[in-house]
């Protein structure tokens, strides 16, 4: 199923809604092009899991790790968020552990542009989500499988 946003705050309360339907371990998969609104919906996301951090996209730092504490989704302690827009390989995010995160029960992890660590994913279950611009501030969602 499609969804449409037109604003930033459409989009955030998008991401909280698919929050609310996220178990632990779910790897969500955030596909777009430059500027689509990936970070606003992992935005979202979080702020539906309860955390109150600013989230800002690690594409510098490639990982950020957001611990939940007081989580509206207790069994949900751990939000990693990954951006690999600039990895070189997937040797980098082994490197930094990312395999310890990936799939872990209490986790669920965030990951834009994961078409370049496809290798890694590979025998892991995935939500997709891809973010397609269209006119002025308007966004076309599709969520794979549809969870909401």
């Given at each position: 199923?499609k969804?449409?946003?037109?604003t930033?705050e459409?989009?955030?309360?998008?991401?909280?809604?698919?929050?609310?339907k996220?178990?632990?371990g779910?790897i969500i998969?955030?596909?777009?092009?430059?500027?689509?609104?990936k970070?606003?919906?992992?935005?979202?996301?979080?702020?539906?899991?309860?955390?109150?951090?600013?989230i800002?996209s690690p594409t510098f730092?490639?990982m950020?790790?957001?611990?939940?504490?007081?989580s509206k989704q207790?069994?949900?302690?751990?939000?990693?968020h990954?951006d690999t827009y600039?990895?070189?390989?997937e040797?980098?995010?082994?490197e930094?552990?990312?395999?310890?995160?990936l799939g872990?029960?209490?986790?669920?992890?965030?990951?834009?542009?994961?078409?370049k660590i496809k290798?890694?994913?590979?025998?892991?279950?995935?939500?997709?989500?891809s973010i397609?611009?269209?006119?002025?501030?308007?966004?076309?969602?599709?969520?794979?499988?549809?969870?909401?």
């Open positions: 199923m969804h449409t946003t037109n930033t459409e989009m955030i309360t998008l991401g909280e809604k698919i929050a609310k996220l178990n632990p779910d998969l955030l596909q777009g092009e430059l500027g689509a609104g970070t606003t919906m992992a935005k979202g996301i979080a702020k539906g899991l309860g955390i109150s951090d600013e800002v730092t490639i950020n790790v957001y611990n939940l504490e007081n207790t069994t949900v302690n751990r939000l990693v990954i600039r990895l070189e390989s040797d980098n995010l082994i930094i552990g990312v395999e310890d995160y872990e029960q209490d986790t669920v992890t965030i990951i834009e542009w994961p078409e290798e890694l994913l590979a025998n892991k279950k995935t939500i997709e989500i397609v611009k269209q006119q002025g501030d308007s966004r076309e969602i599709t969520i794979t499988p549809d969870i909401l």
